[in-house]
């Protein structure tokens, strides 16, 4: 069982739908990170947030838009999204932003995105 | 540009034998790899992970290896179950950075 939970695993939305896809880690992680993974792909950095605040936006577009409620909720809200944003976004979680051998990232199961 | 490289997208072999993943690596500044195995509708799970003060470290069956000079590293899984068959990823990072740059992965089959 993973100790990052992920919401939905499956979603499928159209162009002009809003939707959130919800992040849950109760491991007292302090930073949360937004992964995004296409077929045959490496997982690609999205947003990284430390302490509940964003410090890390690899230049994503603004129709994707993270949140962080609290240090154990991440959210991604995604509106007017285009068909080639169909992908695996996954959520990770470690024990601080800064990497180091004792702060790997534990992962979600991720949430399967088709946007039609 | 692929930063980590892992050349070979899959890999089979005996139950019982040794299984050895490769990856290589471009930059010179990163002193953090790790290992993530990936089953199908699951996350990357974290395996295993070294630093560069380190050319070895071991954890029951797993292994990895850090040839910094070759900048590369491999992961030995000894003996290989048929549970290890996953897609295996490896990671690198610069200490005190904020990102992990994966490689593309391996695919692992542990034949019975």
Redesign the interface.
Known sequence: D?E?T?TP?HLVMGMTNKKSLKCEQHMGHRAMYWYKQKA????E?MF?YSYEKL??N?SVPSRFSPECPNSSLLNLHLHALQPEDSALY?C?SSRR?????DS???????TRLTVT | DQQVKQNSPSLSVQEGRISILNCDYTNSMFDYFLWYKKYPAEGPTFLISISSIKDKNEDGRFTVFLNKSAKHLSLHIVPSQPGDSAVYFCAASQTGANNLFFGTGTRLTVIP
């Open positions: 993973t990052v992920q695993k045959k792909k490496p997982p950095l990284v410090s890390i690899e996954l990770a932003q800064r990497t180091g051998s790997p990232l534990h992962f979600g199961n991720g």
